[in-house]
């Protein structure tokens, strides 16, 4: 004979219970759990997301390198534009520096002793000076030439000058003074070159 006072649950209950355990139990997986059938489409669908998570992965990978290319080559071009902003500006004062040089070698050594002429040519001197400390400032630099090999890219050669006296190849004549403004060439100078006598 059974005890009536035991508490054994009724079936009603026990489903109750069952059902609240699994409530947040996706459908698939109530019956038969992760064994069998239902096995194998888990499997596939993990391995999908996994597939999808390391695209996901490189994807973002990629975008980051391209990012810091893009925002490597943006500060390149800030860098060259503040280097190399005066070229343009200091390619035509350039010929400005050329006329007071010439101004300077056409005068006689006579007349520079002339007591007129002193200051005259004192002021035109310092304002040599004086452009040539502002192209300092500013990174240009005269291009060395004479008495060098010819670099094609650095120096121009106009004609070349039949002599004994240097190798053949060499810088013997400057027409022009080259200059470079920081690692960049701004003008070439404009050279006679040595050759064989014939």
């Known amino acids: 004979m059974i005890d009536q006072d035991t508490d054994v649950p009724k079936a009603g209950a026990l489903d109750e219970e069952a059902e ?3 409530e947040g139990v996706p459908e698939h997986l109530r019956e038969g759990g992760a064994n069998g059938a239902d096995a194998e489409p888990q499997d596939d669908a993990l391995a999908s997301l996994r597939g999808d998570l390391d695209a ?15 925002r490597r080559r943006m500060e390149k071009d800030v860098q ?9 500006f200091a390619r035509d004062v350039l010929s400005v520096s050329d006329n007071l040089a010439r101004a300077l ?15 005259f040519v ?6 040599q000076r004086e452009l040539e400390k502002v192209f300092a400032q500013n990174g240009i630099t005269r ?12 120096h121009q050669a106009m004609l ?14 400057e027409m022009q003074a080259g200059y470079m403004i920081k690692d960049r060439l ?12 014939e």
């Open 20 to 22: 609240r355990e699994l």
């Open 56 to 70: 996901a992965r490189q994807e973002v990978l990629y975008a980051r390198a391209e990012t810091q290319n893009v």
């Open 80 to 88: 060259d534009a503040r280097n190399y902003a005066a070229t343009g």
């Open 105 to 119: 070698d056409s005068l006689p050594a006579d007349l520079r002793e002339d007591e007129r002429l002193k200051g």
């Open 122 to 127: 004192a002021g035109i001197e310092a304002t």
């Open 143 to 154: 291009i060395a030439a004479k008495g060098l090999p010819l670099d094609p890219n650095q």
């Open 160 to 173: 070349e000058i039949p002599t004994g006296d240097a190798e053949p190849g060499t810088i013997v004549q």
């Open 186 to 197: 701004l003008r070439p100078a404009m050279v006679g070159v040595a050759k064989k006598p």
